[in-house]
């Protein structure tokens, strides 16, 4: 059976992400487990890994660094295995260069770019965005099959992932400005939305990620 290991360094949305996971999971033939850890022997050979984040960069970087040997074993299973990889919210932020959030932190540096604050051209727009938005753009046909552009998804956020490369923004979506819905790169893909928030278009995208091979 192939396991899917859900990073636990204290993220506050772990839970409704796992269950959202399982619930996912239950859908697939043959069946995948999802194991909640912070053991670095079961990340390190896990099939597939996801990494869930709310709050601050610094802080969620420096939780991932706090457990022991974890930092270490999400490199040899997402870089040195290739095991398909989900970053949501700050768990996508994390992916880049550095996040920008008060001071300057080192990201994982997986897809080059910044984790910057969202600046909306519209005043309305208030800040920390929260609710539903539409996704566009060219969306991968993986990570997203099923799922027509304009589908709506839940966000709550202040900072997003910007890649310096174009090409590794896989989706957008608009509050008073463009800003990254998704990336994908080879075997990396994250969401700054929250699947496990979005209803059936949130649980479509998980069962789609635990299929993906890319």
């Not at 080059?112 to 060219?138: F, Q, S, T, V, Y």
Request: charged share 20%; hydrophobic share 45%; proline share 6%.
């Amino acid at each position: 059976m192939q396991t899917v290991a859900l990073v636990d360094y204290g993220s506050g949305n772990l839970r409704s992400a796992e269950k959202a996971l399982r619930k996912a999971a239950a859908d697939l033939s043959p069946a995948m487990d999802v194991v909640v850890t912070d053991d670095p022997k079961r990340i390190s050979g896990a099939d597939r890994v996801v990494l869930p984040g709310v709050g601050a960069f610094a802080a969620c970087k420096a939780a991932l660094e706090a457990r022991s040997g974890v930092m270490q074993a999400l490199e040899e299973a997402v870089r040195g295995r290739a095991a398909p990889f989900l970053g949501i919210c700050v768990g996508m932020q994390l992916m880049a260069t550095r996040g920008l959030e008060f001071r300057q932190t080192a990201g994982l540096d997986w897809i080059a770019g910044d984790a910057r604050a969202l600046a909306p051209a519209d005043r309305r727009c208030k800040i920390p965005h929260m609710g539903w938005n539409a996704l566009e753009g060219e969306q991968d046909d993986s990570l997203f099959v099923g799922l027509a552009p304009g589908t709506h998804m839940y966000f709550t956020h202040s900072f997003a992932f910007y890649p310096h490369a174009p090409g590794d923004v896989a989706a957008w979506s608009d509050h008073g400005g463009r800003f990254p819905a998704a990336v994908m790169r080879d075997n990396l893909a994250g969401v700054q939305f929250h699947p496990e928030k979005s209803q059936d278009a949130g649980a479509r995208l998980l069962v789609n990620f635990l299929r993906w091979r890319p």
